[in-house]
């Protein structure tokens, strides 16, 4: 039994490396979904539903397919990925940037949706009322939409944070399962499995994903409520 609790440097290593990524990945994915939210939520064009399904589809492939098309991106041979290589001297793919863009690409879609839908609830009434007041639309936006769908942004921050930690499909065939580097907890946690005697590891690995996957969820309605209670206040 104690051995259940005896984390070895590698396991530590994939954990952090799993806050890491999940932490960097919803930084940047919150303010690009707020955006694009935002943009869907209020405009109408010609083309919106291409727009929505391409924005959505990361949901809907198989992840190896999205690691797969990243890799194609992103590799020292993709278009951009080639870029950055002989510029910079940066490889993107099978890299620890390899595995926070798979995180963010396979989460924007839950979090742009979260915070879409939250948009869509905001009465239109409001913000016109404060544009007849004179308030710019960037003033609209800061004062009354956001805090109104402060609930879906909090929401879809983590959704993002849980989305990566559970990322699997498109880490391993972008970034590869390199420990210490890209090895994050589920791909330490598949590698375990493929190892006869190394049950104790897996079931220790196992029990810090579903222990931070639930926290992640009890913060994100405890947050909501609290969210909700001071405007009902």
């Known amino acids: 039994m104690s051995e259940l609790f005896k984390y070895t440097a590698s396991e530590w290593s994939a954990i952090q490396l799993s806050l890491y990524v999940a932490i960097i990945c919803a930084v940047i994915t919150l303010p690009l979904a707020i955006a694009v939210g935002w943009f869907l939520a209020r405009k109408k064009f010609f083309g919106k539903s291409v727009l929505e399904g391409i924005i959505h589809l ?70 016109e009322a404060a544009r007849t007041l004179g308030a710019s639309n960037l003033r609209v936006f800061f004062t009354i939409t956001l805090p109104l769908a402060l609930p879906g942004v909090i929401s879809g921050f983590i959704l993002s944070f849980a989305r990566s930690l559970g990322e699997f499909g498109a880490t391993i065939s972008f970034a590869g399962n390199i420990e210490g580097k890209t090895q994050t907890l589920p791909l330490a946690i598949f590698s375990e499995m493929q190892v006869p005697g190394q049950e104790a590891s897996t079931m220790r690995l196992v029990v810090v994903s579903v222990i931070l996957s639930l926290l992640a969820m009890i913060a994100a309605e405890f947050l909501n409520r609290r969210v909700i209670k001071s405007k009902t206040a």
């Open 58 to 127: 990361p949901l809907v492939l198989p992840p190896i397919t999205t690691g797969y098309l990243l890799l194609l991106v992103f590799g020292n041979r993709g278009v951009i990925g080639k870029f950055f290589y002989e510029t910079f001297g940066i490889q993107i793919a099978f890299s620890f940037y390899a595995a926070v863009i798979a995180a963010i690409f396979v989460s924007f879609p839950l979090v742009t949706r979260s915070i879409r839908l939250s948009i869509e609830l905001v009465d239109q009434k409001l913000e």
